[in-house]
């Protein structure tokens, strides 16, 4: 009990809750910029912070990390676009509630639900860190591969009912990821000579064209003069009521639990779980239909857990002393330096330091959330400026913001074609969920898996249980919507009163 | 902050370097007595935030001291480095810009890339990260020798984690195996720490990984360090015998170190050697690399020019024969 | 800067102004088709690494190119036998002023592209947020001054001042 005090008090310095009002502030404020990542506002900051105590220092980055993870809701619902890769799935629901005049739920009930992640996310760091950084040692390359083609059975959920579609795009996202050294022998493919794309296709440039600047070009592309249509005026209400805190608590527990799972697997994050947790609560639902299409539980799913992830990552970090994302591989580096070593150790000489790190992660929190409650008003009257303004300021921010990621003009112009192709399947009808899937998951799938096979041969996946048992479950998720229907089919009556399911 | 007439020198010099090329090398006919009389650009050819960029900016915020004038860090990541690398070679010569070179400077031009170590002035060498094998703490190996041997028994059979193909850790496995001659199975993940990771979580037999990365999973007892690639003991693991110890003579691993584009004026490198020296010697620079688990070093240009060729000669037999 | 207007799988949209209901499905199968043969011919010419490992690196890519295919055809011939008339919700139609007004935005953004090199950013920026204003259809000293003005100066302060980026 003592250091869980101990730890806890340590923050009442008033030094260190200056630095978490500053974080938060800082956090936010570039969660909100598409392209800016926590990654990158961490490393920066941590130029700052070295020269801070270790704990006013771990108070300014912990902070903006969780509040990052507020401020990218805020892009991903009212204007398509993902502040950072976290809230991919954000825009799958929050755009389509802002678009039916739901943007004030639609931003209250976000950043409820993420709050609610990390709470979890937090809780689970401190009582179970150790047990927990044991399962994800037993995270390897074929345990990992099993787990990330487990992920891609999401890419019908995400094909919103077009099935052939959404497979003919998950594939090309996954053909999108093939760019790039291949990460077993180096050998490059589809580069075309240029070094740019020997890492790959930059990431976060493609989903910034994916989702926001196609929006944009397909407003410019079909507004009529004089229609005047305005976007998103009407917010409708903020709070949810009662019956949607009652819609709102499965898809929490839902997402707390998914995201708590991912958070802790050594290299996976925010945006894998986002989709992950969505598609989960979809399948649960009993209103899959109206995933996708503006959706309280979706919406719900994913910020929590998306957010859930963060106390996954600082376990992993912290019990292991192994980087359980990229913040978290930057942090490892200032702490380091602060004489602080991450690693099982750790709990056993210093709890109290764990207990303040998580408590700070806990006030952040909760400033994190007043502050988007009591501020959404604010950000969101962005949407009434006219169109022209608010095309030319989401353009702009947009392409600044994907140049500062790598300071690279070339980043700039791949999310330009990226907006182009985004246009394109729009106009088609192609849902861009499984391309950016496909993006993410594509390099995970097949550099684990030659990893796996490199180190043993089929035999290593055969052999792993957990490995197995994904795959299994895998089939069962693929198998089991298709047999469930054509059993319905068959016995109509039984059916009555429950509501059809998607494909 | 940074002047408007900075900018426009910056992209006045930008539109030369465009123009021109990298064929005006030294041809900049500027005096050069007052320099530095503006704001110096260091390219980092990594992202913000990792090992190298720490050193970087830290080196960069002691030169500042005695230069006078400020160091901006400019990351410029991508292609394994060779972009960040290839946009310092490009541009102008006159003192301005000056960048981080790691290790990579020396391997990339073999692997496919527009890279090569002449295209620079070396202004010294400030860090160095020398390899280092491990195994899971309950490994049935015990020395280097057991490992050797096990590679020997069955060869292509002892799978070895590494940072990402073509990494210098990846080098230095197969260089172990050509000295030791035994063949391990290199294993490339996507980054140190997960090639760690794996070796912590039992997957692979072993991890070459820097010595960073290595050393503190060996105190917490999840790893146990065979042998570190160096020619001396490192106060990081003062209980571990480097590989020559223990008769192989492997000395291999990262280092990082200033240069700048090839054909700055000869005052304008000595300014720059000087205040790098000094930055390199000083004791918050020290304290910040040791304590991040690599080895601060301060070699001058002349050994450092003879230390990169040796490597670049080095690499070219180690890589040049995979195409 | 490569042309922005071209990419890899992204023919100009505004050929699709109020396409049919079979050419919005047969349009994107052949595209997915096309693309899946033009990248397994691309694949077959990544070099064999020259170290042995389980699969050569031309596999993945190879079986992703072939399954596109097989995709493209697959939904090519579905919505051929699908009767018609089953389509949902279609895109909101084009119309000529919006494919020109985003063409010349484009245009906008690639000669802030090039204008960038030789120009401070805050001029540039400022410049290129005024034309699309303008593009837009903003007039006035509130649109196309104090509108641009306004939005470079807080793009300057937080990346150019708060995170150094170096613009």
Redesign the interface.
């Known amino acids: 009990m003592s250091p869980l005090v101990e730890g806890f008090s340590a923050l009442l310095d008033p030094t260190v809750l200056l630095c978490i009002a500053a974080g938060a502030l800082?956090g936010m404020?570039?969660g909100a910029?598409p392209g800016?990542t926590a990654?990158?506002?961490?490393?920066?900051a941590?130029?700052f912070t070295?020269s801070l105590d270790p704990l006013p220092g771990l108070a300014v980055l912990l902070t903006i990390y969780v509040s990052a993870n507020f401020g990218d809701r805020v892009p991903a619902i009212l204007v398509n676009t993902p502040g950072t890769p976290a809230s991919i799935a954000t825009t799958f629901d929050g755009y389509a509630m802002a678009r039916q005049g739901r943007a004030g739920l639609a931003l209250t009930s976000s950043a409820f639900a993420s709050a609610w992640g990390t709470l979890v996310g937090v809780v689970l760091l401190m009582v179970a860190a150790i047990p927990l950084s044991r399962l994800a040692?037993?995270?390897?390359?074929?345990e990992m591969f099993a787990l990330v083609v487990f992920g891609l059975t999401m890419m019908i959920g995400v094909s919103g009912g077009k099935v052939?579609?959404g497979?003919?795009a998950g594939?090309?996202g996954?053909?999108l990821a093939?760019v790039g050294?291949?990460?077993?022998?180096?050998?490059?493919?589809?580069t075309f000579g240029l070094?740019?794309?020997?890492?790959g296709i930059p990431f976060i440039a493609a989903i910034i064209g994916l989702f926001g600047i196609a929006e944009v070009?397909?407003q410019?592309?079909?507004?009529?003069?004089g229609a005047a249509s305005k976007p998103i005026t009407d917010f409708g209400r903020w709070f949810p009521r009662r019956s949607d805190w009652r819609t709102m608590l499965k898809p929490m527990a839902i997402g707390s639990g998914v995201g708590g799972v991912v958070g802790v697997v050594?290299?996976t994050g925010g945006d894998i779980a986002g989709i992950l947790g969505w598609d989960q609560a979809r399948r649960a639902s009993r209103r899959p239909e109206e995933f996708g299409r503006g959706s309280l539980e979706g919406i719900t799913a994913a910020d929590t857990s998306s957010n859930a992830t963060l106390g996954g990552s600082v376990t992993t970090t912290l019990a292991?002393?192994?980087?359980g994302d990229s913040v978290m591989?930057?942090m490892i580096?200032s702490m380091?330096?602060w004489?602080i070593?991450?690693?099982?150790?750790l709990f056993a000489n210093q709890p109290d330091l764990v207990y303040s790190i998580a408590g700070i992660m806990l006030v952040a929190t909760v400033l994190a959330l007043v502050v988007s409650v009591l501020r959404m008003r604010g950000v969101a009257r962005l949407l009434e400026l006219?169109?022209?303004?608010l095309?030319?300021?989401i353009?702009?921010?947009c392409?600044?913001g994907t140049?500062?990621v790598?300071?690279?003009?070339?980043d700039?112009?791949v999310m330009?074609?990226?907006g182009?192709?985004g246009?394109?399947?729009?106009?088609?009808?192609?849902p861009p969920g499984p391309v950016v899937l496909g993006l993410i998951l594509g390099?995970l799938a097949?550099?684990n898996l030659?990893?796996a096979?490199?180190?043993?041969?089929v035999g290593t996946i055969a052999t792993s249980p957990i490995a197995v048992a994904l795959l299994v479950v895998s089939a069962v998720a693929l198998a089991a919507p298709p047999l469930r229907s054509a059993w319905r089919r068959r016995h109509p009556r039984e059916d009555r009163g429950t509501p059809t399911p998607t494909a | 902050m940074r002047s408007t007439t900075f900018r426009l020198t910056a992209a006045a010099l930008a539109v030369t370097a465009l123009t021109a090329g990298c064929a005006d090398r030294g041809g900049v006919s500027e005096d050069t007595t007052d320099y530095p009389s503006q704001d110096i650009t260091l390219v980092v050819p990594y992202d913000a935030g990792g090992a190298s960029d720490l050193a970087a900016r830290t080196l960069a915020a002691e030169m500042e001291e005695s230069l006078g004038q400020s160091i901006i860090v400019e990351n410029r990541s991508g292609g394994a480095g060779s972009v960040g690398l290839q946009d310092l070679a490009g541009r102008a010569a006159d003192g301005y810009s000056i960048g981080y070179l790691p290790v990579e400077t020396v391997m990339l031009g073999y692997q496919g890339y527009d890279v090569d170590p002449a295209d620079y002035d070396l202004v010294g060498q400030m860090v160095s990260v020398p390899a280092t094998i491990a195994v899971p703490a309950d490994s049935p190996h015990e020395t280097l020798d057991d490992l050797v041997k096990a590679a020997k028994e069955d060869p292509d059979s002892v799978t070895v984690s590494n940072s990402g193909a073509g990494s210098i850790w990846e080098a230095a496995t197969r260089e172990l195996g050509a000295t030791a001659d035994a063949e391990f199975r290199p294993v490339p993940f996507d980054g140190g720490a997960p090639a760690v990771t794996a070796a912590v979580g039992e997957q692979v037999d072993a991890v070459v990984a820097g010595i960073s990365e290595t050393a503190p999973a060996h105190e917490e007892g999840q790893l146990r360090v065979l042998a570190v690639f160096d020619s001396e003991p490192s106060e990081a693991l003062p209980d571990v015998e480097t590989a020559g110890e223990q008769g192989v003579d492997v000395v291999i691993g990262g280092w990082g170190g200033i240069g700048a584009p090839a054909g700055v004026p000869e005052e304008v490198l000595d300014k720059l050697e000087e205040a790098f020296s000094a930055a390199a010697e000083s004791e918050e620079f020290r304290t910040i690399i040791s304590d991040s688990g690599n080895i601060p070093v301060n070699v001058p240009a002349g050994e450092f020019a003879e230390f990169v060729e040796s490597e670049h000669a080095r690499f070219e037999q180690l890589l040049g024969d995979e195409g | 800067m490569s042309d922005p207007r071209t990419g890899p799988g992204a023919p100009p949209a505004e050929e699709a102004a109020r396409p049919g209901s079979r050419t919005r499905e047969l349009v994107p199968a052949a595209a997915g088709a096309v693309l899946g043969l033009g990248a397994f011919a691309l694949a077959l010419q990544i070099p064999e690494g020259a170290r042995l490992t389980q699969f050569s690196p031309r596999w993945w890519p190879e079986v992703l190119s072939l399954a596109l295919v097989g995709l493209g055809l697959a939904h090519g011939a579905v919505s051929l036998l699908r009767p018609r008339g089953a389509e949902e919700e279609a895109p909101e139609p084009s119309t000529r002023s919006g494919a020109l007004r985003l063409l010349s935005m484009l245009a906008a953004v690639a000669g802030y592209g090039v204008l960038w090199y030789f120009v401070d950013f805050r001029v540039s920026t400022a410049i290129l947020v005024a034309a699309l204003a303008f593009l837009g259809g903003g007039r006035g000293w509130k649109a196309l001054i104090a509108f641009p003005v306004v939005v470079t100066a807080v793009l300057y302060l937080l990346f150019g001042v708060l995170l150094r980026v170096p613009l």
């Open positions: 800082l404020l570039v910029f800016v990654t990158m506002t961490v490393a920066l941590s130029g070295l040692l037993n995270f390897g390359p074929a052939l579609k497979l003919v594939v090309l996954l053909l093939t050294r291949d990460p077993i022998t180096g050998t490059p493919r589809f070094a740019e794309l020997s890492d070009m397909n410019i592309l079909t507004h009529r003069r050594p290299a292991l002393g192994l980087p591989a930057v580096g380091v330096v004489g070593q991450p690693g099982p150790s006219p169109q022209h303004f095309w030319a300021v353009l702009v921010f392409m600044v140049y500062a790598n300071n690279s003009v070339f700039v112009a330009l074609v990226f182009l192709l246009l394109f399947l729009r106009r088609f009808g192609i390099s097949e550099g030659r990893r096979l490199e180190i043993g041969g």
